[in-house]
């Protein structure tokens, strides 16, 4: 199945291997006008029709991974700048709520490596089933039962988050999108590129100059000198 399939629906497969390092985005129900979403989603098809007509397999994946970056990059920064929609986590008591439940999952369900909480969507960068390389038998123990499918973490953060967050805010209806964005993330080099990527998000975004001045930042203190 091919990596690149990013966005996980209820009733659709999904690649998600239980050892890997995920960049996983979720935002604010609303947070993006529908047009938004069907402008930027039909862009994509005809890219995705133009990529499939390709015949050398090489440029084909070469020009497919282009496009997927591009295609998030552009999301990501709608997301920035949009500001009609609601911005629920700009209040520092909800922001507290969702970092303290992706904190408290680090070290339990995956290796947290950095996040970023803006206004209307989160970051996270995570290594799902470790906080190491593993052995063969643990790879095989993960591909059974005991395996916790990255969807059903998110799911499980999202639902704690907004009903804490409903609460808070005394409102009721959905918090949180339900389609989320989540990418393999396949070696080093993109790694790095996509730690300074999520670090850099509130800069991007002119919420601050320097990325370490964002309260709602985090990244794990071996990754940055």
Same mark, same amino acid.
């Given at each position: 199945?091919?990596?690149?399939?990013?966005?996980?629906?209820?009733?659709?497969?999904?690649?998600?291997?239980?050892?890997?390092?995920? *960049?996983? $985005?979720?935002?604010?129900?609303? !947070?993006?006008?529908?047009?938004?979403? #069907? =402008?930027? &989603?039909?862009?994509?098809?005809?890219?995705?029709?133009?990529?499939?007509?390709?015949?050398?397999?090489?440029?084909?994946?070469?020009?497919?991974?282009?496009?997927?970056?591009?295609?998030?990059?552009?999301?990501?920064?709608?997301?920035?700048?949009?500001?009609?929609?609601?911005?629920?986590?700009?209040?520092?008591?909800?922001?507290?709520?969702?970092?303290?439940?992706?904190?408290?999952?680090?070290?339990?369900?995956?290796?947290?490596?950095?996040?970023?909480?803006?206004?209307?969507?989160? *970051?996270? $960068?995570?290594?799902?089933?470790? !906080?190491?390389?593993?052995?063969?038998? #643990? =790879?095989? &123990?993960?591909?059974?039962?005991?395996?916790?499918?990255?969807?059903?973490?998110?799911?499980?953060?999202?639902?704690?988050?907004?009903?804490?967050?409903?609460?808070?805010?005394?409102?009721?209806?959905?918090?949180?999108?339900?389609?989320?964005?989540?990418?393999?993330?396949?070696?080093?080099?993109?790694?790095?590129?996509?730690?300074?990527?999520?670090?850099?998000?509130?800069?991007?975004?002119?919420?601050?100059?320097?990325?370490?001045?964002?309260?709602?930042?985090?990244?794990?203190?071996?990754?940055?000198?």
């Amino acid at each position: 199945m091919n990596s690149q399939r990013t966005y996980y629906r209820r009733n659709l497969p999904h690649y998600q291997p239980p050892y890997a390092t995920y *960049h996983i $985005v979720f935002r604010l129900d609303g !947070s993006l006008p529908r047009h938004m979403i #069907e =402008e930027l &989603r039909n862009g994509r098809e005809k890219e995705k029709e133009m990529i499939a007509s390709i015949k050398d397999e090489k440029r084909k994946r070469d020009e497919w991974r282009a496009h997927h970056q591009a295609y998030f990059e552009k999301f990501d920064a709608l997301m920035d700048g949009n500001t009609a929609g609601p911005r629920w986590l700009a209040d520092d008591r909800v922001a507290e709520i969702v970092a303290k439940a992706i904190h408290f999952r680090d070290a339990r369900e995956y290796d947290l490596l950095v996040h970023t909480i803006m206004p209307n969507h989160v *970051h996270m $960068v995570c290594t799902v089933g470790r !906080s190491g390389t593993p052995s063969p038998e #643990e =790879e095989n &123990r993960a591909v059974g039962r005991n395996a916790i499918p990255t969807y059903r973490i998110l799911q499980s953060l999202k639902r704690h988050t907004a009903r804490k967050a409903n609460t808070l805010l005394s409102r009721l209806g959905p918090f949180w999108q339900e389609e989320s964005y989540d990418h393999v993330i396949r070696d080093g080099e993109e790694l790095e590129r996509t730690i300074w990527y999520v670090l850099f998000n509130p800069v991007k975004a002119s919420l601050v100059e320097t990325w370490d001045q964002w309260k709602w930042t985090y990244v794990k203190p071996r990754l940055v000198s």
